[in-house]
């Protein structure tokens, strides 16, 4: 991963470069493939659904400006995705079905509804994955105490004290490392998670 301050999506709108743009694609095709596949479409599909997303993405993500509110690249994205999936209903002239019981342009709605359950789902497991995916490209940025300290205290829930004694060290050292590979999620995720 880069070392530079900016963040992913600054360094794509900005100074794209192959890395950044890997990373992106490693970063949401799993997120957009699982979407797809439980959600909206058959697995046929999935991977020239996925290619059409991350096409708008390359082609529009200059456009994209982040917003004083949470979530804009999530909701950006989101409608993305939907945008594609009408695309790709009109152009195949027959309807889909969605998994489940619901109608493939129901589930469409329901998706672009900021309000419905399954908007929130989208949200929800957006923050998630994308939060592991960072975490994975920012571990090996740290030593391994470090990186044993933050996990056991901000994941796991493990109180600091029993940490700090687990790995040998102060609880000063556990929160300083928690603070750091935060301060390091927030600055790669920033606009991601924001």
Same mark, same amino acid.
């Given at each position: 991963?880069?070392?530079?301050?900016?963040?992913?999506?600054?360094?794509?709108? @900005?100074?794209?470069?192959?890395?950044? *743009?890997?990373? %992106?694609?490693?970063?949401?095709?799993?997120?957009?493939?699982? *979407? %797809?596949?439980? +959600?909206?479409?058959?697995?046929?599909?999935?991977?020239?659904?996925?290619?059409?997303?991350?096409?708008?993405?390359?082609?529009?993500?200059?456009?994209?400006?982040?917003?004083?509110?949470?979530?804009?690249?999530?909701?950006?994205?989101?409608?993305?995705?939907?945008?594609?999936?009408?695309?790709?209903?009109?152009?195949?002239?027959?309807?889909?079905?969605?998994?489940?019981?619901?109608?493939?342009?129901? !589930?469409?709605?329901?998706?672009?509804?900021?309000?419905?359950?399954?908007?929130? %789902? *989208? @949200?929800?497991? +957006?923050?998630? +994955? !994308?939060? +592991?995916?960072?975490?994975?490209?920012?571990?090996?940025?740290?030593?391994?105490?470090? *990186?044993?300290?933050?996990?056991? !205290?901000?994941? @796991?829930?493990?109180?600091?004290?029993?940490?700090?004694?687990?790995?040998? /060290?102060? !609880?000063? /050292?556990?929160?300083?490392?928690?603070?750091?590979?935060?301060?390091?999620?927030?600055?790669?995720?920033?606009?991601?998670?924001?």
């Amino acid at each position: 991963m880069s070392e530079t301050s900016a963040s992913l999506l600054d360094r794509l709108r @900005d100074n794209p470069d192959e890395e950044s *743009w890997r990373q %992106l694609v490693e970063i949401y095709t799993p997120l957009i493939r699982g *979407w %797809l596949r439980r +959600h909206l479409q058959p697995s046929a599909d999935t991977d020239d659904l996925i290619q059409d997303v991350l096409t708008v993405v390359v082609r529009r993500i200059r456009e994209f400006h982040r917003e004083p509110r949470v979530g804009a690249f999530r909701r950006w994205l989101k409608t993305i995705t939907i945008n594609c999936l009408r695309d790709f209903w009109k152009s195949r002239r027959n309807k889909p079905r969605a998994t489940g019981n619901s109608d493939f342009l129901e !589930v469409l709605e329901q998706l672009a509804d900021p309000g419905s359950q399954l908007s929130q %789902l *989208w @949200d929800q497991e +957006h923050d998630k +994955h !994308v939060t +592991h995916q960072l975490l994975e490209l920012i571990r090996t940025q740290f030593e391994e105490t470090t *990186w044993q300290a933050f996990q056991r !205290v901000a994941l @796991d829930g493990i109180p600091a004290d029993e940490v700090a004694r687990e790995l040998g /060290v102060t !609880v000063n /050292v556990v929160f300083i490392s928690k603070s750091r590979v935060l301060s390091k999620l927030r600055q790669v995720g920033a606009g991601l998670l924001e």
